[in-house]
Nanobody, 124 residues
Framework: QVQLVESGGGLVQAGGSLRLSCAASGRTFSTYVMGWFRQAPGKEREFVAAIGWIGGTTYYADSVKGRFTISRDNAKNTLFLQMNNLKPEDTAVYYC?????????????????WGQGTQVTVSS
């Protein structure tokens, strides 16, 4: 089993920054890809960013490209999401997820394990 715990969410003004962290424990030695998704009130959960755990290849949703940066610390089994120039439309619960098999990185079904989520609120 894998446990994922997010932290770093909070309230920030538009234009501000936040850094989310996701600590992974349990079976982490064969992680394939890790990602961040978000869900705003009344909307479906959507892909934000993903990173290949070994090679470090990154992927981003168009809505966050140039503002968000995903990274990881393999030694500490920790995933990060640096969010800059935040906008009110970035307000959502942010979830980290881990996949141990191949699949399309932006699809929820690729990921087997999910964290509990952390709230990010951006005020205008």
């Amino acid at each position: 089993q894998v446990q994922l715990v997010e932290s770093g969410g909070g309230l920030v003004q538009a234009g501000g920054s936040l850094r989310l962290s996701c600590a992974a424990s349990g079976r982490t030695f064969s992680t394939y890809v890790m990602g961040w998704f978000r869900q705003a009130p009344g909307k479906e959960r959507e892909f934000v960013a993903a990173i290949g755990w070994i090679g470090g290849t990154t992927y981003y949703a168009d809505s966050v490209k140039g503002r968000f940066t995903i990274s990881r610390d393999n030694a500490k089994n920790t995933l990060f999401l640096q969010m800059n120039n935040l906008k009110p439309e970035d307000t959502a619960v942010y979830y980290c997820a881990a996949s141990y098999s191949g699949g399309i990185y932006y699809r929820e079904g690729t990921y087997s394990y999910w964290g509990q989520g952390t709230q990010v609120t951006v005020s205008s």
